[in-house]
C-alpha cells in the first residue's frame, strides 16, 4: 500500500521473504509511515528502501544496495556513522522531514536471535531539542491549532519543548483569518498540529507561512480527555489556576500540542511546569503585515541581519536575553504600570553605567541555561553542557552582588524580582563540581567524564584497568630485552584485541612460542597465552568501567533534574537582567531617552528618528517632529519627492511607538507616547529604507 506520497511499505501479505533484520525494519517503518527510520546495525543508522533514496538525496551520501533478499531482490540502503548522526539528522530536519530513531536496546552479545529495537524518539521540526538544531536567540515553537464553535474562536497552543515555555492564546474565526496569520507570523513556529478534519483551505494558510502541518487524530484535541490530561501532568486538580478554563478551544489545542510532544520524545517532559495565557488585550496588536513593513524581525527583501529593529536593539549578553527580546518587540504591552516597569529597571542601568558595565561582563561567559535544562530533563545533556551550566553557578552570585552593591534598597520592582527567581542552587553547582572532571569530552559515550573521587567503585575499577595498562608496558619492554627486536610494540585495536608487533626485517628473530594472529604490510603479529589473559582482564575491567561510569553519569542527571525547575526561574532572571542591561546600553550608545507613557491618546515627538535607518546613515539622518492626537490632530498628511523620506518619516514614529510600549528608551530629545493598541501599515510594501530604496 501506498502511505504518505513517497514512503512505502510492503502490502499485507506480501510473499516477500525477508530476513529476520529486515521484517523488523519493516515492522517499525509501518508504525511510523510519516517519517524516515534511522534503523541502527552495530555503530551505524542504516536506512532501506524508499528513505534510503531520499538520505542519499538530501544528505550526498552515497546509495548502495544491501545484499539482495532471500528473493533476489537488491535492497537500496544508505547509511550515516552513529557518532554522526546528529548532524545529518538535523540537515533532514531543517528541510522538512521527521525522523523516527530505532536504537538497539539489548547488547548484540546477549541477544537470541536478532538484537531487539525500539524507536525510543521521533524528531520532527517543531520537538528538535538538542544544540546543533536549534537557532540560538529564536524559540523554537510546536504549535497547535484547534476551531473551537462556542466561543467561535482559534484556540491556540505553543510550546518550546527545548526550554518548557508552554503558553496558550486564541482569535477570532473567520473572514481571511488575519488575526490567525498574524499570530502564526508572530511566534514563527517550526510545526502545528492541527485536526485531522480541518479545511485545507486553513492548512493552506499555514503552509503558505512556511509552516510543516501535521494532521493530528481528532480525539487527541477532545477538550475533556486534554483537560484531564494537563491536569494530571502538572500534578493538580483543576485548571482553574492557570487561567485558561475560559477558552475551552485552548485547553483542547494544550492537551494535543502536550500529548504529541510527550509521545514523540518517549518522555514525562517534567520541565514543562506550567501553561499560562497571553490574552490580546493586554499586548498592542502587530499583524503580520506591520511586523513585517516594519521590519521589526527580518527585512522585507531577506537583507542582512543588522538592519531590523530587533538586531539594532540587540546588545544582549545570553540567548535568554535575545528570545527574550524578541519577544517583547514581537508583543509590545498596552498597561501604562507595567510599560512604567520595565521603564524602570532599563533607567536603573542607564544611570548605573558601571555597574551595567561589570554585569554585561559577567553575562558574556553564560552559558543556554534555559536549554540545558530542558536537555538535563530529558536526561541527554553532554558532559560539557554540565561544565558550562557549573560555570554559569559559578557567576550567579557574582550578578546579585553587583546588583545589591549599587542601589541595594533601590532596586526597580522588576530588577528586584529577577534577583529573586535566582535561587539558592549551590548544591547542584557542587555536584556538577564534585562529579564532572573539569576539561570533559563532549559525550559520555567513551567515558572519561566522571572526577576521581566521586564513586569509590568507578575508581576501583580504573586502578584494575591502569595496572593492566602498565602491565602491557613492562611486557612490551621485557619482549624488547628477550627477543632483542628493539621496534617491538603491543599495542590493540577493537578488531584482534592486544598483539605483539614485528616488522618484517626482524621476523627472524621471533620466538617459537610467539602465535600468529595477523599479517600487516609491514610485518606479523603475534600474541603468546600471558598476554591472552591478561588481555581478557583488561577488557573486563574496561567494559565494567565504562558501563559503571555511565551508569553514574545517569544518576548525576537525574539528581540534577530534580532542581530544573529553580534553574528555569534562574535563567529566567538573568535573561530579564540582560534584557534591561542591554536596552540600557543601547540606550547610552545611540542617544535614546526615557519616553513618557500615558493614556493620554497624544503623541508628541521632538526629533523622532527611525533607529534602523538612522544606524545605516550614520549621523546622516534628518530627524522629525510628530503630533497627533486622538483630540485634534488626528491625521497628518505628507507629501514630497520620491525617496524624500514619507514613508521612512511614518515608521520612524511607528517603530517609537512600538519600542516604547516594549519598554525601551526610543531615539528622539523628547517623546511622549500615549499608548496604541494597534499598529498599521499599508505603505511603502516594498521600501527597503536600510538600503536607501524605495517603491
Known amino acids: ?79 550515516v556513522p552513529r557518532h554522526a548522526a546528529d548532524g545529518y539528522i538535523a540537515r533532514l530536519v531543517s528541510r522538512g522531514y521527521r525522523v523516527a530513531i530505532s536504537d538497539q536496546v539489548e547488547d548484540a552479545r546477549n541477544a537470541k536471535g536478532v538484537v531487539r529495537r525500539e524507536v525510543v524518539r521521533v524528531i520532527t521540526p517543531g520537538t528538535v531539542i538538542d544544540e546543533q538544531y536549534l537557532s540560538t536567540g529564536d524559540a523554537h515553537y510546536l504549535m497547535s491549532l484547534f476551531p473551537g464553535e462556542k466561543p467561535r474562536v482559534w484556540g491556540m497552543a505553543y510550546l518550546d519543548i527545548s526550554t518548557g515555555e508552554f503558553f496558550v492564546t486564541s482569535c477570532a474565526r473567520g473572514g481571511s483569518e488575519g488575526d490567525l496569520v498574524s499570530d502564526i507570523f508572530r511566534y514563527d513556529p517550526a510545526e502545528c498540529l492541527v485536526p485531522e478534519n480541518l479545511p485545507d483551505t486553513i492548512v493552506a494558510i499555514l503552509e503558505e507561512k512556511g509552516v510543516l502541518v501535521t494532521r493530528y487524530p481528532l480525539e487527541a484535541f477532545d477538550p475533556s480527555e486534554s483537560s484531564d490530561l494537563l491536569c494530571r501532568h502538572f500534578g493538580v486538580a483543576s485548571l482553574e489556576g492557570y487561567g485558561i478554563t475560559a477558552i475551552p478551544p485552548a485547553i483542547s489545542a494544550a492537551g494535543a500540542v502536550l500529548g504529541y510532544a510527550r509521545d514523540t520524545q518517549r518522555s514525562s517532559l517534567a520541565h514543562i511546569l506550567g501553561v499560562y495565557v497571553k490574552n490580546s488585550g493586554e499586548f498592542c496588536t502587530l499583524d503580520a503585515t506591520t511586523l513585517r513593513n516594519l521590519e521589526i524581525l527580518s527585512g522585507i527583501r531577506g537583507r542582512r541581519d543588522d538592519a531590523t529593529l530587533f538586531s539594532t536593539l540587540d546588545r544582549t549578553a545570553t540567548p535568554m536575553g535575545s528570545r527574550l527580546l524578541r519577544s517583547y518587540l514581537c508583543a509590545p504591552l498596552t498597561s501604562v504600570d507595567a510599560i512604567k516597569r520595565r521603564l524602570d529597571a532599563v533607567d536603573f542601568f542607564f544611570a548605573e553605567s558601571s555597574t551595567r558595565t561589570g554585569i554585561t561582563s559577567i553575562l558574556k561567559k553564560f552559558a543556554d541555561v534555559e536549554r540545558i535544562a530542558g536537555r538535563i530533563a530529558f536526561g541527554n545533556a553532554g558532559p560539557r553542557d554540565l561544565v558550562t551550566l557549573w560555570q554559569s553557578l559559578e557567576r550567579v552570585p557574582e550578578v546579585l552582588d553587583a546588583l545589591s552593591g549599587s542601589r541595594e534598597d533601590d532596586l526597580p520592582a522588576l530588577l528586584s524580582h529577577a534577583c529573586n527567581r535566582c535561587g539558592d542552587l549551590e548544591w547542584m553547582r557542587s555536584l556538577i563540581g564534585r562529579s564532572i572532571v573539569d576539561d570533559p569530552p563532549a559525550t559520555i559515550r567513551n567515558g572519561g567524564v566522571i572526577r576521581e573521587g566521586y564513586s569509590a567503585g568507578l575508581d576501583e575499577l580504573r586502578l584494575l584497568s591502569s595496572s593492566g595498562k602498565d602491565w602491557i608496558t613492562e611486557l612490551q619492554k621485557k619482549e624488547r630485552e628477550r627477543t632483542g627486536i628493539r621496534s617491538l610494540k603491543v599495542g590493540y585495536n577493537s578488531v584482534f584485541g592486544y598483539y605483539i608487533e614485528v616488522t618484517r626485517p626482524n621476523l627472524g628473530l621471533v620466538p617459537d612460542e610467539y602465535e600468529r594472529k595477523q599479517t600487516t604490510s609491514t610485518g606479523e603479529r603475534f600474541t603468546i597465552p600471558e598476554l591472552k589473559e591478561k588481555e581478557s582482564v583488561i577488557k573486563s575491567a574496561d567494559e565494567k568501567l565504562l558501563s559503571l561510569e555511565q551508569s553514574v553519569y545517569q544518576d548525576i542527571l537525574s539528581q540534577l533534574a530534580a532542581g530544573v525547575g529553580d534553574l528555569q526561574e534562574m535563567a529566567a532572571g538573568i535573561a530579564e537582567i540582560d534584557l534591561f542591561a542591554s536596552l540600557a546600553e543601547v540606550a547610552a550608545a545611540y542617544n535614546y531617552v526615557r519616553p513618557v507613557v500615558d493614556n493620554s491618546g497624544e503623541i508628541l515627538i521632538r526629533e523622532g528618528r527611525h533607529p534602523v535607518v538612522e544606524r545605516q546613515m550614520q549621523g546622516a539622518f534628518v530627524p522629525n517632529d510628530t503630533h497627533l492626537s486622538v483630540k485634534d490632530d488626528q491625521i497628518l498628511i505628507i507629501t514630497g519627492a520620491n525617496m524624500a523620506g514619507k514613508s521612512t518619516y511614518m515608521r520612524g514614529v511607528a517603530l517609537i511607538t512600538i519600542m516604547a510600549q516594549a519598554g525601551c528608551f526610543v531615539p528622539a530629545t523628547y517623546a511622549g507616547i500615549g499608548v496604541a493598541d494597534r499598529v498599521f501599515t499599508r505603505v511603502g510594501a516594498f521600501d527597503d529604507l536600510a538600503s536607501g530604496q524605495s517603491t
Do not use: H, W
Not at 525494519?25 to 546495525?41: E, G, N, S, V
Open 1 to 79: 500500500m501506498e502511505m504518505d506520497g513517497n514512503t512505502r511499505v510492503p502490502r499485507t501479505g506480501s510473499k516477500t521473504r525477508l530476513t529476520p533484520a529486515m521484517e523488523q525494519y519493516r515492522a517499525a517503518k509501518m508504525q511510523y509511515p510519516d517519517c524516515i527510520l534511522f534503523f541502527q546495525i552495530g555503530d551505524f543508522y542504516e536506512t532501506f528502501e524508499s528513505d534510503a533514496e531520499t538520505v542519499a538525496r538530501e544528505l550526498d551520501i552515497v546509495l548502495t544496495s544491501r545484499s539482495k533478499d532471500k528473493d533476489g531482490n537488491s535492497i537500496p540502503l544508505a547509511g
